[in-house]
């Protein structure tokens, strides 16, 4: 059966969605969500839906997700990668191993500030250099993965990362980001709820129908 696959943070896990949140600890559930936008779209595409989010992931892990699932890939893939905050960050410590607890620079009041931490944000943290390298995460990923499936498709949930006008960040991402605050808000009361997964997942069938337009125009042209 053809496949969708899917990438992303919370927004894509569907943390705080009916199936994926837990009211007392406040933590999403231990399965992506049902109802979040992934499974939503592949219903619409009649595709099995395989679903390698993260709730917390930054783009850095999001690039590591992609790479080693390396051996997963079917020619027939369509994979939809929706990228995550630029202010988030992972540091691998070990082959494989990412440290298990990301780097904001928004911290909240969950996120304990250590000396650690403060010197990472003092000393090496920019929003625009951040930006910068986001943006190679995703032309690396969009490289590594077009000669492994049928289509790769990369939104971002951060507007910033699209007014970087640096030239060698020229990078395939499909329109506007991904609208978070569309209808009423998840359990959690700040991801999106379902209303907002279902309006993605048929943005992104409009953008694929265009996407195969523009690839038999191409096929045509070239014939």
Not at 59 to 81: K, M, P, Q, S
Not at 207 to 220: A, C, F, G, S, W
Request: charged share 25%; with cysteine; glycine share 4%.
């Amino acid at each position: 059966m053809p496949r969708l696959v899917a990438f992303g943070c919370s927004n894509t896990f569907g943390m705080g969605l009916d199936d994926c949140w837990d009211p007392v600890k406040r933590v999403p559930g231990e399965h992506p969500s049902q109802f979040a936008w992934p499974a939503a779209l592949g219903n619409i595409l009649k595709r099995q839906t395989v679903n390698l989010s993260r709730a917390g992931s930054s783009n850095r892990e999001i690039l590591w997700r992609i790479l080693n699932n390396y051996n997963i890939y079917n020619e027939t893939d369509i994979v939809v990668i929706l990228w995550t905050f630029k202010t988030r960050y992972a540091i691998i410590t070990e082959p494989g191993q990412l440290f298990p607890t990301q780097l904001f620079s928004n911290l909240t009041k969950m996120n304990v500030e250590s000396e650690y931490y403060k010197t990472y944000k003092a000393r090496t943290f920019d929003e625009y250099d951040s930006a910068i390298e986001s943006l190679h995460f995703i032309d690396y990923a969009d490289r590594f993965l077009k000669d492994k499936v049928k289509h790769v498709m990369n939104y971002v949930c951060d507007q910033t990362m699209l007014d970087i006008n640096e030239l060698y960040t020229q990078v395939k991402i499909i329109g506007k980001p991904y609208e978070l605050n569309v209808g009423k808000p998840a359990n959690d009361g700040s991801h999106p709820g379902p209303e907002s997964h279902f309006n993605f997942a048929n943005r992104i069938v409009k953008d694929l129908n265009n996407l195969r337009k523009t690839n038999i125009i191409k096929e045509l042209k070239s014939a």
